[in-house]
C-alpha cells in the first residue's frame, strides 16, 4: 500500500490552482439586513429583486429588530416579502446595467445590439442574444421607435439589466445622431 504523504511543504497541487483559476465570480454577495435601502438590490425566495419597501419592528422577547422587505423581482415583475433579523445577512444581487445602440430587430424578435463607446474603431461585438420583450411598454415603445415613421436621423439607446445569470432590456429612448 502507497503511503499519503500530509505534508505542508511548498509543493504546488496543480487542481487546487486550476480550481481557483476556474472560479466564476460569485453573482451575489452577502449584506447585513439593517444595510439594506429602499431601491436597492436583495435576493427574496431565490430571485433578485428591487427593494419597494423595507420597515422594522421592535426588538421582542428574543432580543433582536426584525426587518420585513418586499421586493419586486428585476425581470419578471412578480412582488416578494420576507422577514430577517436586523443583524443576520442576506444575499445582494450584483446587477449590472449597460447602454446599447439597437441597430436591427430581426424577424424573429431578436435584437442586434451594438455597445456603446465600440464606434471608435475597435472591434465591434454584437450583441444578439436578447429578444424584443413582449407585451409590454418596453416591447411596444422599442418597436414604435424602430419602426415609426420620422425615426430618419436618430438614434434608439436601450439599457439592459443583467443580474444572476438574467439579461432583460428594461428602457429604451430616442436621440438624435451626431
Known amino acids: 500500500m502507497a503511503e499519503v504523504s500530509h505534508s505542508q511543504d511548498s509543493e504546488e497541487h496543480p487542481f487546487e490552482a486550476a480550481a481557483v483559476a476556474d472560479a466564476d465570480p460569485s453573482p451575489t454577495y452577502p449584506a447585513q439586513c439593517s444595510s439594506l435601502r429602499k431601491n436597492g438590490y436583495v435576493i427574496l425566495k431565490s430571485r433578485p429583486c428591487k427593494i419597494s419597501l423595507i420597515s422594522a419592528c421592535k426588538p421582542g422577547k428574543h432580543g433582536h429588530a426584525k426587518i420585513n422587505l418586499t421586493g419586486i423581482d428585476i425581470f419578471t415583475g412578480k412582488k416578494y416579502e420576507d422577514s430577517c433579523p436586523s443583524s443576520h445577512k442576506m444575499d445582494v444581487p450584483i446587477v449590472v446595467r449597460k447602454a446599447y445602440l439597437l441597430v436591427n430587430i430581426s424577424t424573429d424578435g431578436f ?7 465600440s464606434a471608435d474603431g475597435a472591434m465591434m ?3 444578439e442574444d436578447l429578444r424584443l420583450p413582449e ?10 421607435l424602430f419602426w415609426g415613421v420620422g425615426a430618419e436621423g436618430k438614434d434608439i439607446i436601450v439599457a439592459v439589466v ?3 445569470g438574467e439579461e432583460l432590456v428594461v428602457e429604451a429612448k430616442e436621440v438624435s445622431s451626431n
Open 125 to 127: 461585438t454584437m450583441k
Open 111 to 117: 435584437l442586434s445590439l451594438m455597445p456603446l463607446g
Open 135 to 144: 407585451g409590454g411598454d418596453v416591447g411596444n415603445k422599442i418597436e414604435r
Open 162 to 164: 443583467n443580474g444572476m
